[in-house]
């Protein structure tokens, strides 16, 4: 079923608003965990500012959205289509403002996977060089990319957009540096379950099996990279279920991400 760019967008905050809770939910708990885990070290200190930023950011971005939606929809009921006429304006405060949130969401949620693919592998460096370069490298084509909502016009396709065209290239750029940060984080905790089992006395059950996969799936944040390449796919095709998409991936994809600390 094809939707349309006010449908994508307003069934993107129902769900966005649905994983908010799901969301909010596991932050809660994770700040019980943190705080009986309390310590004065580098990565407890790292984890909790984390934790507190993608809060602030994810509330933000769900804000912005609720008055983005109300002025979409209620703001200019006399004008005919005006849901569209709003959501085809890219160059607008709320835009960029929704666009800033999501592009530092983005980055501090990167910056967390690359820390901790470093802390998996035992603070290698070597090992976190690649995932780093290419977070400079999102950072740089972040800026990039909403810039160029400057030059946007009214009533553009996304897609045929500047903003549209240099966005595949950040998306494309995250994805690379999550798929490598998740293959990496994800043979390791394999790695390191084959040696303990190794030490077993009994067989490991079949359950036992499928639990190690499913760990290794939240560990590794490997939703997130699902997500991501959803996202692109409807980018690339013009589909305005990319729409869609973009409002969930701030609650969602997160939610992966908060899961696996």
């Known amino acids: 079923m094809a939707f349309d760019m006010p449908e994508s967008n307003l069934l993107g905050f129902i769900f966005e608003a649905l994983f908010y809770g799901a969301y909010v939910f596991v932050f809660i708990e994770h700040m019980r965990v943190l705080y009986r885990k309390r310590s004065k070290t580098w990565s407890y200190l ?6 507190f930023l993608l809060f602030v950011l994810i509330t ?4 912005v959205d609720i008055a983005r939606a109300m002025r979409a929809f209620t ?3 006399g004008t005919p289509n005006s849901p569209m006429t709003y959501f085809e304006e890219f160059n607008t405060l709320d835009s960029r403002l929704r666009t800033g949130i999501y592009d530092a969401v983005t980055l501090v949620s990167d910056l967390f996977l690359v820390y901790r693919c470093f802390i998996v592998w035992g603070s290698n460096y070597f090992v976190a060089l690649v995932p780093f370069l290419l977070f400079v490298a999102d950072i740089v084509i972040a800026a990039w990319a909403t810039d160029s909502l400057n030059k946007t016009r009214s009533g553009d396709h996304f897609s045929m957009t500047l903003v549209g065209l240099r ?13 490598l940060c998740t293959v990496l984080i994800a043979y390791r905790i394999w790695y390191i379950q084959r040696q303990v089992a190794g030490y077993c006395v009994h067989s490991v059950h079949p359950q036992q099996k499928l639990s190690n996969v499913i760990i290794i799936i939240i560990e590794s944040a490997a939703i997130y990279s699902g997500i991501l390449i959803a996202l692109i796919v409807t980018d690339v095709t013009g589909s305005p279920s990319f729409f869609m ?3 969930l991936v701030g609650s969602a994809c997160f939610l992966a991400i908060d899961s696996s600390y």
């Open 167 to 179: 966005a595949k290239y950040m998306f494309i750029v995250t994805l690379a540096l999550n798929l």
């Open 46 to 51: 790292y984890f909790q500012a984390t934790s």
């Open 60 to 63: 933000a971005h769900m804000v």
């Open 75 to 77: 703001g200019d009921m």
């Open 245 to 247: 998409l973009l409002n």
